[in-house]
C-alpha cells in the first residue's frame, strides 16, 4: 500500500494541475459555468475537440467531482452535463483566468510583435 501524504505534504498547485491538466478540461469547465450543456451543445462549442476527447475530458472531470452527468430516461436519451457544487466553486478561478487573458490578448497584440495565438491553436502547439 502507498503511503499517503500528510495533508501538509501536498502541494494545493500540483493538486489543481492534475484536475484540470488536459488541453479541454478548463474550456469545458467554462462553458458549463455558464450554464447546463448536452454533450452536442458541448462539442458545437469546441469544434476542434473530437467526439472521443471530449467524451474522456468529460468522464475525467466527472470522476473527480466537479461535473456532474445527468442521464434522462428517454428515447432517444438525454444527457446533461452541470457542475458540481465544488466545480461551482473554481467559478471565480474561471473568472479570473478570463480577465488574465484578455489583459494578454489586449497587451499583446498591440504590438506587431505579439504571439500568433491562432496559429499555435490550429497546429496543436497551444497545449
Known amino acids: 500500500m502507498a503511503k499517503i501524504p500528510n495533508r501538509e505534504d501536498i502541494c494545493p498547485v500540483t493538486v489543481v494541475q492534475r484536475l484540470i491538466a488536459g488541453k479541454w478540461k478548463i474550456v469545458i469547465l467554462w462553458h458549463?459555468?455558464?450554464?447546463?450543456?448536452?454533450?452536442?451543445?458541448?462539442?458545437?462549442?469546441?469544434?476542434?475537440?473530437?467526439?472521443?476527447?471530449?467524451?474522456?475530458?468529460?468522464?475525467d472531470l466527472e470522476r473527480d467531482g466537479l461535473v456532474h452527468r445527468e442521464?434522462?430516461?428517454?428515447?432517444?436519451p438525454k444527457v446533461e452535463y452541470s457542475l458540481t457544487e465544488i466545480g461551482q466553486s473554481f467559478i471565480p478561478v474561471l473568472d479570473v483566468i478570463a480577465t488574465w487573458g484578455k489583459y494578454y490578448i489586449n497587451r499583446n497584440?498591440?504590438?506587431?510583435a505579439g504571439p500568433d495565438l491562432a496559429r499555435k491553436e490550429s497546429a496543436g502547439e497551444g497545449d
Do not use: A, D, I
Open 109 to 112: 497584440t498591440r504590438s506587431s
Open 32 to 59: 458549463l459555468s455558464q450554464k447546463t450543456r448536452r454533450f452536442n451543445e458541448l462539442q458545437k462549442l469546441l469544434p476542434e475537440v473530437s467526439r472521443g476527447v471530449l467524451t474522456q475530458q468529460l468522464r
Open 71 to 76: 442521464v434522462y430516461k428517454e428515447v432517444p
